[in-house]
């Protein structure tokens, strides 16, 4: 089932696999479909960085060639230990 969810004023639309498929128009919306409120958290922003990661329900997506896909365990695990390197940093 194809869900929408919206953040701030952008609606986003996730395919079955979880996969953020980007923003679409509120006329590409189909009647009747869900649509997920996102709160408005400065916090809470979807990031656009190359390598980024965030979390949409309980799916971890990672920012990998301009395009937000299902993020893999072992680009967790880089990300995780990259920022303790640069936590030890500082």
Do not use: C, W
């Not at 958290?41 to 329900?57: C, Q, S």
Request: no cysteine.
């Amino acid at each position: 089932m194809i869900e929408f969810y919206k953040k701030d004023d952008q609606i986003f639309k996730v395919d079955d696999a979880g996969i953020v498929k980007g923003e679409v128009n509120k006329e590409d919306i189909p009647e009747g479909a869900k649509i997920i409120e996102k709160p408005q958290e400065e916090d809470d922003k979807i990031p656009t960085e190359e390598g980024a990661l965030f979390k949409h329900k309980e799916t971890i997506f990672i920012i990998k060639n301009g395009t937000v896909v299902r993020a893999t365990e072992k680009e967790i695990q880089k990300y995780y230990e990259q920022s303790q390197k640069n936590l030890e940093k500082d």
